[in-house]
């Protein structure tokens, strides 16, 4: 055998570079499932069958294109626990002379393989993945180039140097941002009956198989997979991609800050796991968002709010990833350290933002942006919950998870734990932020302007709490100053009650 191809969980794509040049008469691909990469961190049920479940149905692309393969699954009797050992075993008997592999999307993974090929006196050809836009290296150097980073002009970078909603050389409308026209919140009646509710897609025969497997092999972990309709494939993802350009890009933008109980969906696009398992491309994501506004069928301020995240947060948060790690892993810039409360895995608790964001995301492996940023995210911030502990939530509960885009955007966007790099201030908000954004409170036993006494709600006195906890770090903070300012009308005793109560709330666990 000269070159073994390995193909990753999150690399599922014909054209990844890792096939340049492939040779069906004297290469072949290797995949495995193995068992590790399901309990390092406690996956949820939802998240490991959309691994799994994705894999094969790759693999079963891989044949139909007639590429020789060699499938490691998880069920197979001599089935090695981690990656590394599967390979080990697999380089023994294949004897390859070379090991080809797209960048992964998880430095730990990295490592590992390039450990097994080293020690087995291979060489490994790393190829950079060219599914995204920009590569490690772009990223640094625009880094180099700058004192602060911030995401806004990484983005801009990137609309210049790939002309996306550009006009001449300037921002399509004259402006890079519309953030003002987006963000509102449904009104009292809701988002309507007429919601459109995104395909779903019945398990076939393989992903029957894989749901049945999943149940039984990871039968105590976490989720629920009687609703999986994930798109699993090339043409399930376009299909997704389709009816979200046609049916909810248009509003997207004003939508996409607001929470609604019992409609996970809303106006978002739910491609993030068809993007991150690589069945989709960002450029037919953002080529066919910006093929709208252009007709005029979307407006700019949604479809540009749409693109931001993509071309900007997307690659931004890639690019922390690479040039940060393995150190950005251990960042605890707040010096959190409480345990996270054990219904983060259940969603049993009274507050009823957070169960509602919990079962949500047990139910179906996704949460919105909003939901994740301003209300597990946020309460986790409030309480002081060591980011360790916050990351290994996040990695197992969503089916997009995979550590390059989850780390960031956890660690540094929603705990501020890297002291700023991804954020510029910590996001934090009392139970007031929630019940502008949704009708939460109103079926609540809290209440959010309330921060202390009975029914004081938990986001409102730990938001206190924070600001009294973090007063002096932030009180010359350019973004945060005026909210650490508001402390100075707060007197002794009030102080005392919302510590006291802040205290009571953790010990509750
Ligand atoms: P939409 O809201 O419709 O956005 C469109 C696309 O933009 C997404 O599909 C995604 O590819 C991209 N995108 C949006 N926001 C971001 C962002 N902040 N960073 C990177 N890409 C973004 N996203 C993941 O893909 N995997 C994760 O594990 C993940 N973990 C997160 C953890 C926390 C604490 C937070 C605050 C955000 C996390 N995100 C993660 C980002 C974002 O919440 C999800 O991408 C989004 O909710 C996915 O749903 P959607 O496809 O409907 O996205
Ligand atoms: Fe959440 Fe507080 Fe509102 Fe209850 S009152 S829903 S805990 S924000």
Redesign the pocket.
């Known amino acids: 055998l000269r070159r073994l191809v390995l193909v990753l969980g999150d690399q599922l794509d014909l054209g990844a570079a890792a096939f340049d040049g492939f040779d069906p008469a004297c290469d072949a691909v290797w995949m495995a499932e193995v068992a590790e990469e399901s309990t390092h961190v406690w996956s949820s049920q939802p998240r490991i069958a959309m691994f799994i479940a994705a894999m094969r149905h790759f693999a079963a692309a891989l044949r139909d294109a007639g590429l020789p393969l060699h499938y490691r699954r998880l069920d197979d009797t001599d089935a090695q626990e981690d990656l590394a050992a599967q390979l080990r075993a697999d380089i023994a008997t294949l004897r390859p002379q070379t090991l080809v592999l797209t960048r992964p999307g998880d430095w730990r993974v990295l490592q590992a393989l390039q450990a097994v090929a080293s020690e087995a006196g291979l060489p490994l050809a790393l190829r950079e993945d060219r599914h995204f836009y920009t590569t490690p290296a772009d990223f640094a150097a625009h880094a180099a180039r700058r004192k602060g980073l911030r995401m806004e002009f990484f983005y801009r970078e990137l609309r210049r140097r790939f002309d996306v909603l550009m006009d001449g050389d300037e921002p399509l409308g004259g402006q890079w941002n519309f953030d003002a026209d987006n963000r509102q919140a449904f009104g009292p009646a809701g988002p309507g009956f007429d919601l459109p509710q995104p395909p779903r897609f019945e398990p076939d025969a393989i992903t029957r198989e894989v749901i049945a497997l999943v149940r039984e092999r990871f039968a105590g972990h976490p989720g629920r997979l009687d609703h999986f309709a994930w798109p699993l494939t090339r043409t399930q993802a376009l299909q997704s991609l389709d009816a979200f350009i046609r049916e909810r890009l248009p509003l997207?933008g004003p939508y996409?800050d607001a929470i609604w109980p019992g409609e996970p969906w809303l106006y978002?696009?739910?491609?993030?796991a068809a993007?991150?398992l690589k069945l989709l491309t960002p450029r037919e994501v953002v080529s066919a968002a910006q093929a709208e506004v252009r007709a005029g069928r979307v407006s700019l301020a949604s479809g540009e709010g749409?693109i931001r995240?993509?071309l900007g947060?997307?690659e931004y948060?890639r690019g922390i990833y690479w040039t940060r790690m393995p150190a950005y892993a251990e960042a605890n810039a707040l010096d959190a350290r409480h345990d996270l409360p054990a219904w983060y895995w259940t969603g049993d608790t009274d507050m009823a933002c957070l169960r509602d964001a919990i079962t949500q995301t047990l139910d179906h492996g996704?949460a919105?942006?909003i939901q994740?940023?301003m209300v597990t995210?946020l309460f986790a911030l409030l309480y002081g919950v060591e980011p360790a502990q916050v990351h290994a939530w996040?990695l197992s509960v969503?089916v997009?998870?995979?550590e390059w885009?989850?780390l960031p955007?956890?660690l540094g966007?929603?705990q501020y734990a890297d002291g700023g790099v991804m954020a510029s201030k910590p996001y934090i908000a009392s139970g007031k932020y929630i019940d502008r954004q949704s009708p939460l409170c109103g079926g609540c036993r809290y209440r959010p302007d309330e921060r202390t006494g009975e029914r004081a709600c938990p986001f409102t006195t730990l938001y206190w709490d924070f600001l009294l906890r973090h007063e002096a770090r932030f009180a010359e903070h350019p973004r945060l100053a005026l909210q650490v300012r508001a402390l100075g009308r707060v007197g002794d005793a009030e102080r005392h009650c919302i510590r006291e109560q802040a205290r009571a709330l953790r010990s509750q666990g």
């Open positions: 997207f996409q978002h696009a739910q491609l993030s993007l991150n749409f995240q993509i947060w997307r948060v996704y919105h942006h994740r940023l995210g996040y969503y997009d998870a995979v885009v989850e955007n956890t966007m929603s």
